[in-house]
């Protein structure tokens, strides 16, 4: 078994871009490593082998393109006590993704989080009210999306992509990295 959720992953540029707008002052016990950074496309839970693979040719037959978030606040959510960027306004393109991946899912009766989808990039857990403010809103490009591996360490959640699939129109690659 494995916990797995679609995502989408900043690029070595997107995560310099976070670093630098991100305020001194986070407010927040436990900071994200960079290697962490995410957007949940769609969170799926504990699968099986087989619904792993079901998961993987449901990725294989989206046909998606790519797109940009702009994230222009610094929220604190208290429910879950995290530090997060949210996105000025969410994109046909992005919502589309979400919505075939949700699709594709729903008839292959593979389990996910049908809830209304909130994209944002959580940057710190444990976190307070207060801390600092963005320095700027952040761009990010994104011309792929991964399926991401969450495992528990002793020192927080580690997620690793074991999937990537390009959005056409951009020059992104197939398989793991
Ligand atoms: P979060 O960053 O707001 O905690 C791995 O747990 C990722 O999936 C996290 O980004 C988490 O959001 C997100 N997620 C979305 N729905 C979830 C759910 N029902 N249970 C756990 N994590 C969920």
Redesign the pocket.
Known sequence: MARL?FALQPDARGRQAIACSLPDDLAAARPLPESNL?V?LV?LGELDGDQETAVRAVADEIAASPFALCFSELAYWPR?R?R?LVPEEVPPAAQALRAELARRLREAQLPF?ARIWHP?L?VARRARRGGGELRAPITIAFNDFVLMR?RTEPAG?V?EPVGRWSLPGSSGVGGVG
Do not use: E, G, P
């Open positions: 959720f995410h949940t969170f879950s995290a997060v989080d944002h959580t969450s959640a997620y």
